[in-house]
């Protein structure tokens, strides 16, 4: 089965751009779905598809996607805007099957 | 407006068996794939497993192969999720969540969530 990769852990300054990473195999064939998720909540959907947020999203999250590599990046980061991220696509070997990444701590410092 | 509400929170023995509802509104229910999350304490999110409303086929990781089983109720729009021989490792809050679109790779993701469900497997 797939594998999908994140750094465990990025800091960025209020105010400043991060962008997360996730890569994997299955990345070359489909896209990557982003989640954010605060303590003790449900995950919420961020960046859908090539670059699509659902509604209610700020526009500072976009996504992108390069060979084998999904990035989420947030220009302009907010305080409200730590939280673990994980990215999530179909599985490359049956496209049946879905994995998350091993997901991205950011802190807002 | 669309809502996923689970079931309540649940203790059992190691070896026996849980099953989680997640009861759908606001839409639909045959027209949308139903996931299910898996998320261990202080641990990252673990896919499930799949089903379709629709005509109930499902799909599972293959790490639950065998120990899974979802289920539908179309009367009721409500989806099933039980989980066999439970060990302690099984601890964990589970997630249902709605695939927005399963047949558009560009419309994918899981765009709404239940609750969660803790489920403590504990002797």
């Known amino acids: 089965s797939s594998e999908l990769t994140q750094d465990p852990a990025v800091s960025v300054a209020l105010g400043q751009t991060v962008r997360i990473t996730c890569q994997g195999d299955?990345?070359?064939?489909?896209?990557a779905s982003w989640y954010q998720q605060k303590p003790g909540q449900a995950p919420v959907n961020v960046i859908y598809g090539k670059n699509n947020r659902p509604s209610g999203i700020p526009d500072r999250f976009s996504g992108s996607s390069s060979g084998s590599t999904a990035s989420l990046t947030i220009t302009g980061a907010q305080a409200e805007d730590e939280a673990d991220y994980y990215c999530?696509?179909?599985?490359?070997?049956?496209?049946?099957?879905?994995?998350f990444g091993t997901g991205t701590k950011v802190t807002v410092l | 407006q669309v809502q996923l509400v689970q079931s309540g929170a649940e203790v059992k023995k190691p070896g026996a068996s849980v099953k989680v509802s997640c009861r759908a509104s606001?839409?639909?229910?045959?027209?949308?794939?139903l996931h299910w999350v898996r998320q261990a304490p202080g641990q990252g999110l673990e896919w499930m497993g799949i089903?379709?409303?629709?005509?109930?086929?499902?799909s599972y990781a293959q790490k639950f192969q065998g120990r899974v089983t979802m289920t539908r109720d179309t009367s009721t729009s409500t989806v099933y999720m039980e989980l066999s021989s439970l060990r302690s490792e099984d601890t964990a809050v589970f997630y249902c969540?709605?695939?927005?679109?399963?047949?558009?790779?560009?419309?994918?993701?899981?765009?709404?969530w239940g609750q969660g469900t803790l489920v403590t497997v504990s002797s």
């Open positions: 606001g839409y639909t229910f045959t027209s949308y794939y």
């Open positions: 969540a709605r695939e927005r679109n399963r047949y558009s790779i560009e419309q994918g993701g899981m765009d709404y």
């Open positions: 999530n696509s179909r599985d490359s070997s049956n496209n049946h099957l879905e994995v």
């Open positions: 299955s990345l070359r064939n489909y896209y």
């Open positions: 089903i379709y409303p629709g005509g109930g086929s499902t």
